[in-house]
């Protein structure tokens, strides 16, 4: 029973560029959740998506961050024209309909050049 | 909204020695509590978790947890710890009915020397 799948585990980008990080909930999981772990930080909140809606997005950045969950494929967190301050840890959770606990994936390192 | 503390940012033991990290969190409504454990650059495992019930809760690796509510903290001890359990241990808490996000505190690095 395969967990919470992310990809790449890591991304190298240049300043400017896009950056696009996958997460595939675990079976059965139909709400995801997104986190970054900022270096010698704990983990804080982005946003809580349900199948084709965005429930709660209260942590993302107003600006350049987006994150989508479709019908059929991952969760993808996009963010566009990455800076030095977006290098983190980006986590993926997923959980069933109502119930907690939330299942990590291995996270995504993400640089900055 | 919640804020979670964890008071040791890092705490080194020796080996087959006993543990508690600390961990208090401020909330106005009734919360879930968490443990969770990230070794080097891997994700967040779950170790344990308070939902209901029994205020001491077991979790994997011999890992435990008291719940006091007067105190507003969920210590998580080990009475005996093993080298392998050098990690980063994270308390986390969630609102029982209302956002859906895990609030963290920032972690306590485990150390163990042998």
């Known amino acids: 029973n395969a967990g919470v799948m992310q990809n790449p585990r890591h991304l190298v980008r240049r300043r400017g560029q896009e950056a696009r990080l996958r997460c595939s909930p675990m079976?059965?999981?139909?709400?995801v959740y997104w986190y970054r772990q900022l270096p010698e930080e704990g983990l804080k909140f982005m946003v809580y998506?349900?199948?084709?809606?965005?429930?709660?997005e209260s942590g993302m950045p107003k600006e350049r961050f987006s994150a989508e969950f479709p019908k059929e494929g991952p969760s993808i967190l996009r963010i566009q024209q990455v800076v030095r301050g977006d290098s983190a840890a980006y986590f993926c959770?997923?959980?069933?309909?109502?119930?907690?606990?939330?299942?990590f994936g291995d996270g995504t390192r993400l640089s900055i050049l | 909204a919640q804020s979670v503390t964890q008071l040791d940012s890092q705490v080194p033991v020796f080996e087959e020695a006993p543990v508690e990290l600390r961990c208090n969190y401020s909330?106005?409504?009734?919360?879930?509590l968490f443990w969770y454990v990230q070794y080097p650059n891997q994700g967040l495992q779950l170790l344990l978790k308070?939902?209901?019930?029994?205020?001491l809760v077991k979790g994997i690796n011999g890992f435990e947890a008291e719940f006091n509510k007067s105190q507003t903290s969920f210590h998580l001890r080990k009475p005996s710890v093993h080298i392998s359990d050098t990690a980063e241990y994270f308390c986390?808490?969630?609102?029982?009915?209302?956002?859906?996000?895990?609030?963290f505190g920032q972690g306590t690095r485990l150390t163990i020397n042998p």
């Open positions: 079976k059965g999981h139909s709400h």
């Open positions: 998506l349900q199948k084709e809606n965005i429930i709660d």
């Open positions: 308070y939902l209901s019930g029994s205020t």
């Open positions: 959770a997923s959980s069933p309909p109502g119930h907690q606990p939330q299942h």
């Open positions: 986390a808490v969630i609102e029982v009915q209302g956002a859906q996000k895990l609030v």
């Open positions: 909330s106005s409504v009734s919360v879930y």
